[in-house]
């Protein structure tokens, strides 16, 4: 077992006819129900696993824990985990991919990635997001290999997706004994779509237009809100722990149009704002 050390800071899946949700709460075997697959590309039988605990292994002395993976990632409950150092120095390349059943972004013009990770480098290890529009040709939206990145990410991916009806997106490892790489909260959406003509309204808030604070009005209880900007981009993100009473604080925003993405259990919902 290799040690290593760094200074930390500190959705059961749903198809819309545009765009999915994966948190793989739905189990931990593969296939999962809602169609998620496994590729041994490699063939040497070193795969991905889907866990629950939150323990980074790779940063542990004999007989200590963390729960790195929860606290810093931002992965909640099941989430994928390649644990490459825990196969060992076996000598065998590992090369393999979790796969999305197939969605739509025909409705899309925009379309968003997002996911929570950690990837740690080292060893030659590789992370690489890709799509694909046809099952066989995969192209390489974001890649992972050279830092420590963990947390939030948001990619574009409208050149790739927008406008598709037959979408994929895989999660491809690429290592031999080097460290690992865990993700969650699988989202591919348009933040630009008003959820007003796709969905049932499931959140209200209010005032809208909004200076300061924004209230959620809701009977469910929120697991996250993501902010984007007109241009897709991701402003402000919150967990559970950062809602107080359904509030959010909106002040740092300069003014202009907003898209605020709601989600509970296996539910979202995208709201236009208004920051004056």
Not at 181 to 201: E, F, G, R, Y
Not at 210 to 232: C, E, M, W, Y
Request: aromatic fraction near 14%; charged fraction near 15%.
């Amino acid at each position: 077992m290799k040690k290593i050390t760094f200074l930390l800071f500190t959705i059961t899946s749903m198809t819309y006819g545009q765009g999915i949700t994966e948190d793989f709460e739905g189990g931990m075997v593969f296939p999962t129900a809602s169609g998620w697959t496994q590729v041994d590309i490699a063939g040497d039988g070193d795969l991905w696993a889907i866990e629950t605990g939150g323990n980074a292994q790779y940063y542990n002395y004999p007989g200590e824990s963390n729960d790195y993976f929860y606290s810093d990632a931002g992965c909640s409950g099941n989430y994928l985990h390649f644990d490459s150092d825990g196969f060992g120095n076996n000598g065998t390349a590992e090369e393999a991919a979790i796969v999305s059943p197939v969605f739509s972004c025909a409705a899309f013009t925009q379309v968003t990635i997002s996911f929570n990770h950690l990837f740690t480098e080292g060893f030659g290890g590789f992370g690489f997001v890709e799509v694909s529009t046809d099952g066989n040709t995969w192209t390489t939206i974001a890649t992972y290999g050279t830092a420590l990145e963990f947390g939030f990410v948001s990619i574009d991916a409208t050149t790739e997706l927008a406008g598709e009806s037959s979408a994929q997106v895989r999660f491809r490892w690429v290592g031999d004994y080097s460290w690992g790489w865990a993700v969650d909260n699988i989202i591919v959406q348009d933040p630009l779509l008003s959820v007003d003509d796709n969905q049932i309204k499931l959140f209200n808030v209010y005032p809208n237009p909004v200076k300061d604070v924004i209230n959620i009005d809701t009977n469910l209880t929120i697991d996250s809100i993501t902010i984007f900007n007109q241009l897709g981009q991701n402003v402000m993100q919150l967990k559970s722990g950062d809602i107080l009473n359904n509030e959010v604080n909106l002040s740092k925003l300069s003014n202009g149009l907003y898209f605020m993405n709601i989600s509970s259990e296996d539910k979202s919902q995208t709201i236009k704002i208004i920051k004056e």
